[in-house]
Nanobody
Framework: QVQLVESGGGLVQAGGSLRLACAAS????????MGWFRQAPGKEREFVAA????????DFADSVKGRCTISRDIAKNTVYLQMNSLKPEDTAVYYC???????????????????WGQGTQVTVSS
């Protein structure tokens, strides 16, 4: 079992940056693949980024590719999503997720993740 707590969301102007953090409880954090998803009002939750257990492989949604990076700090049990050049369409609740079943691949589907955080709101003003 792992618990995930997101932080770092807020209100930012278009073109600005935010770094989201997801702190995980438990000693098994390093054995999970980690992902970020987001959900805008009235829309489905969608994939944003993911990183494998060892941090060696990452993947990004086309909508954020080139503007976001994902990283993990094993010592701090934390995964980060750095978002730059933010756009109003990036406005959403951002969720952190952990995949314990296939940690060596980057999952892009919600069903691949078995643990979820409560989310953090990101609002980008134009």
């Amino acid at each position: 079992q792992v618990q995930l707590v997101e932080s770092g969301g807020g209100l930012v102007q278009a073109g600005g940056s935010l770094r989201l953090a997801c702190a995980a409880s438990g000693r098994t954090f390093s054995t999970y693949a980690m992902g970020w998803f987001r959900q805008a009002p009235g829309k489905e939750r969608e994939f944003v980024a993911a990183v494998t257990r060892g941090g060696g492989n990452t993947d990004f949604a086309d909508s954020v590719k080139g503007r976001c990076t994902i990283s993990r700090d094993i010592a701090k049990n934390t995964v980060y999503l750095q978002m730059n050049s933010l756009k109003p369409e990036d406005t959403a609740v951002y969720y952190c997720a952990a995949d314990s079943r296939n940690p060596w691949r980057v999952g892009v589907s919600r069903g691949e993740y078995d643990y979820w955080g409560q989310g953090t709101q990101v609002t980008v003003s134009s």
